[in-house]
């Protein structure tokens, strides 16, 4: 129990501590304040609420330091933290104890504000959440009894980041002024990005021999990660989800292949001399230029802008999933193909189909070519004049009326088990007089296989 005792004019306390030790806390002007004092304590011990005030005085920075070092996290996101906490975090709090911290809510508010006036928004959101990260780990750690940084005002709430979709005619002719800048790389890597939906830091790693030519699809395990200049390929994606297969539609394995036999280095996007791109590099040199046009330019088709300030982000996923999400592909599919999660009980039950895989890759293929027929001949001249395979593949698309896939993916089509070559002949010649009774429709998307559709 505790117990006062008078020390000059003033009086202490003591109680004991949790682990048996006594605590004492001094200055208290009568008896009776140092009693109430410490039967405070010795109820929150009793109710395991209690928090040594001792803790509460350590420093702010102290502490900051020792979650950062302590936390794991990936060398990008090391290195933004990092960033967090000298330019923002640390001038402002490094020498405040963690307790004034606790009791100066007011003091939160107004740095808070002071953000607002030198960043945008995201960027001052992004670092508060930080912050409230560090002092929730101090709540969890028993130095403060409470985060102060819970409900504070970041942001208006009504902020919504503009995105832009492009368009798959706006899509190819940035491909294409970017073969006219970086050459077949550029023309691939532009439509690789559109048609995929993958990264730039799980498309810049892409090897020739990690294709899969059977289901003509490209594996995104090791993303490449790019921080302050040094680039490094990781072990593992950025989530467990995105690991995954990522088909092509056939236009687009034709190119990719083509690519592939031509590439004489490790990796298959790379600059002249076979080295990994750099983001930043590539954005300023070539990326901005294709679709924001170069007013300045002896040929005429570079100068206007396509779609001005569109990220490789957005001309990519944005673009993707907009585009699946317009031609009705079931949301389980969109999102294993971006590596994205399913929310709620479809990630539980909802399962991707080779149905559905088929339909995502025909509505790809048909947007590719409708953007083909949206360049003017001109512009068609100078696509297949770059790219000769494409042309080939067009026409034979057009003469078709049917999206032509190559005869490499045909093995992989055929079921294992189809029998003699007498009972396929009675099948199909069954088949052909149901179809003739009127008694089934088909569909006839799939050169290599006929659905049958009661």
Same mark, same amino acid.
């Given at each position: 129990? *505790?117990y006062?005792?008078?020390? =000059? ?6 109680y ?8 004492? #806390? ?28 001792a ?11 020792? /979650? ?5 996290l &990936?060398?990008?996101t090391r *290195?933004?933290?990092?960033?967090y906490?000298?330019r923002?975090?640390l001038p402002?709090?490094?020498d ?16 808070v ?5 030198? +960043? ?5 959101a ?8 560090i ?11 409470a985060?102060?940084?819970r ?5 208006s709430?009504?902020?919504?980041? #503009? ?7 706006q899509? @190819? %002719?940035?491909?294409m002024?970017?073969h ?6 550029g023309l691939?890597l ?7 939906? &993958?990264?730039w ?18 594996? /995104?395990?090791?993303?490449?990660r790019?921080?302050a ?11 467990? *989800? =995105?690991?995954?297969?990522?088909? @092509? ?17 490790e990796y ?12 930043g ?20 088709? @570079?100068?206007?802008?396509?779609? &001005? ?10 673009t993707?999933?907009?585009? +699946?999400?317009e #031609?009705?592909?079931?949301e389980?599919? $969109? ?7 399913v929310? =709620?009980m479809?990630?539980v ?5 080779? #149905?559905?895989? $088929?339909r ?10 409708r953007?083909v027929?949206?360049?003017?001949p001109?512009?068609?001249d ?16 057009s ?12 093995a992989? %089509?055929?079921?294992?088990t189809?029998?003699?070559?007498d009972t ?5 010649? !069954?088949?052909?007089?149901r179809l ?5 429709r088909?569909r006839?998307? !799939?050169?290599? $296989?006929v659905? /049958?559709? @009661?």
């Amino acid at each position: 129990m *505790a117990y006062a005792e008078q020390r =000059g004019k003033k009086w202490r306390v003591k109680y004991k501590k949790p682990n048996g030790s006594w605590a004492s #806390e001094s200055g208290f002007e009568t008896k009776k304040a140092a009693l109430a004092w410490g039967g405070d304590q010795e109820t929150d011990i009793r109710r395991h609420t209690w928090i040594d005030p001792a803790h509460a005085e350590e420093r702010f920075g102290t502490f900051a330091e020792r /979650v950062f070092t302590k936390a794991r996290l &990936a060398i990008n996101t090391r *290195a933004k933290y990092r960033s967090y906490l000298d330019r923002h975090i640390l001038p402002q709090w490094e020498d405040y104890p963690l307790g004034a911290i606790f009791n100066d809510y007011q003091e939160i508010e107004g740095w808070v504000k002071d953000l607002h006036e030198e +960043l945008t928004e995201p960027s001052v959101a992004s670092i508060f959440a930080y912050f409230s990260r560090i002092l929730e780990v101090a709540v969890k750690d028993r130095k403060i009894p409470a985060n102060p940084a819970r409900g504070v005002r970041v942001t208006s709430g009504e902020y919504v980041g #503009e995105r832009q979709v492009a368009t798959p005619a706006q899509s @190819l %002719r940035a491909a294409m002024r970017l073969h006219h800048t970086f050459g077949s790389c550029g023309l691939v890597l532009a439509l690789m990005n559109a048609y995929t939906g &993958a990264r730039w830091s799980e498309l810049v790693v892409l090897r020739p021999h990690d294709y899969d030519e059977v289901n003509r699809a490209i594996p /995104v395990r090791t993303p490449l990660r790019e921080v302050a200049g040094a680039m490094e390929v990781a072990k593992k994606p950025k989530t467990p *989800a =995105g690991k995954r297969w990522v088909q @092509l539609p056939p236009f687009l394995d034709r190119l990719y292949t083509q690519l592939i036999q031509v590439c004489e280095h490790e990796y298959l996007f790379t600059g002249p001399q076979g080295g990994l791109l750099r983001r930043g590099n590539f954005r300023q040199r070539f990326w901005r230029p294709a679709w924001d046009g170069v007013p300045v330019s002896e040929l005429s088709w @570079l100068r206007g802008p396509l779609l &001005a300030g569109i990220t490789f982000n957005e001309a990519g996923r944005h673009t993707q999933r907009t585009w +699946l999400a317009e #031609e009705n592909v079931p949301e389980v599919a $969109r999102a294993a193909r971006l590596g994205h999660t399913v929310v =709620g009980m479809g990630r539980v039950y909802e399962h991707v189909t080779p #149905e559905m895989e $088929r339909r995502v890759r025909s509505v790809l293929e048909s947007r590719w070519a409708r953007s083909v027929g949206a360049l003017t001949p001109r512009e068609r001249d100078r696509l297949f004049g770059r790219a000769p395979i494409l042309q080939e593949h067009y026409r034979g698309d057009s003469e078709s009326g049917l999206p032509k896939e190559p005869a490499s993916g045909m093995a992989s %089509r055929i079921p294992p088990t189809t029998g003699t070559g007498d009972t396929r002949k009675a099948r199909s010649e !069954d088949l052909a007089l149901r179809l003739t009774c009127g008694r089934y429709r088909t569909r006839t998307c !799939d050169p290599y $296989r006929v659905e /049958v559709v @009661l």
